[in-house]
């Protein structure tokens, strides 16, 4: 029988921290793993009651979203879809109703998973974590989060507290996701692009991020740099459309081959420029 733990506060978590219990929010992930396998624990240590991991604001440090935010929250908060459209599209795509009323991003970040629907909407975003454990608080970018499969920076005495996006957001924001179906399917290829317009049809401080095609989520920083070296054009699409092929490094597992995510990653930014080309420009 495992002993549970439901603190109010990051003070009260702490001690139970020094228990090494498995963290847990909504529980969409462990609860499956577990009636699967029948694996148990010892402790478990329920994250939802935190106050501190609470609340979508905007503040002086950006777009502040508590750790335990759900994803329902979070597409329909009017801050996120003001700031960061891209990552309440990402929200919109995670599992169903009931996926997105208990999943938090605190746990997508967390779980690690290289095809997290929100995790390359995060790194397009430039997002920073707050990390809370008993040496204090620290903030990292988000981009150096992610070690290896599955692995993070995350100390076992550590929680996720607040995800902060910078402001102001990028003008430009796209994300798409490639899946089975358009609901409760874990994603072939994630992908999000950020920028903003450089005048013209140019783009300048793009981000093109990804998941489901290398063990971490991962920006595509060659490709960043060819999108931004000239106009765009249907000839700069087909080419940045070659390079993601070139650059990228998925592999074939049960839900897709590493030829089609290569493929599909390629023409979903190629569309996506297409798209920004016919775009009025302000």
């Known amino acids: 029988m495992s002993v549970g733990y439901s603190p109010k506060t990051l003070a009260e978590a702490q001690e139970a921290l020094g228990k090494r ?18 694996r148990e624990h010892a402790a478990v ?12 604001q905007v503040d002086d440090s950006g777009l502040n979203m508590g750790a335990a935010s759900t ?29 997105q009323n208990r999943a938090t991003i605190g746990g997508n970040i967390a779980n690690a998973s290289p095809a997290g629907d929100s995790l390359p909407a995060l790194l397009a975003l430039n997002a920073r974590i707050v990390i809370a454990g ?24 550590e929680l ?31 992908v999000a692009i950020s920028g903003n317009r450089a005048g013209g049809s140019g783009l300048k ?27 765009l054009s249907a000839g700069l699409a087909d080419r940045a459309a070659a390079l993601v092929e070139k650059v990228i490094t998925p592999i074939d597992d049960i839900r897709s081959t590493a030829e089609y995510r290569r493929h599909v990653a390629g023409q979903v930014v190629r569309r996506a420029l297409l798209v920004l080309l016919e775009a009025p420009t302000e």
């Open 21 to 38: 219990p498995v963290k847990v929010a909504g529980a969409t992930d462990l609860l499956v793993i577990d009636h699967a396998t029948g």
């Open 45 to 56: 240590l329920n994250v939802l009651g935190i106050a501190e991991l609470q609340g979508i």
């Open 71 to 99: 994803f329902t929250q979070i597409r329909r908060s009017a801050g996120v879809v003001r700031h960061a459209p891209l990552l309440a599209s990402a929200a919109a795509t995670i599992g169903a109703a009931q996926i």
């Open 134 to 157: 008993p040496r204090g608080r620290r903030v990292v970018p988000y981009d150096s989060f992610h070690t290896g499969y599955r692995t993070t920076l995350l100390e076992v005495d």
């Open 160 to 190: 996720i507290a607040r995800v902060i996006v910078p402001l102001p957001s990028p003008t430009v924001q796209i994300f798409r996701k490639v899946g089975t179906r358009a609901a409760q399917a874990i994603s072939k290829v994630v």
């Open 205 to 231: 401080d793009v981000r093109v991020a990804m998941g489901s095609i290398a063990a971490v989520p991962t920006r595509l920083l060659e490709v960043e740099a060819l999108i931004q070296s000239e106009p």
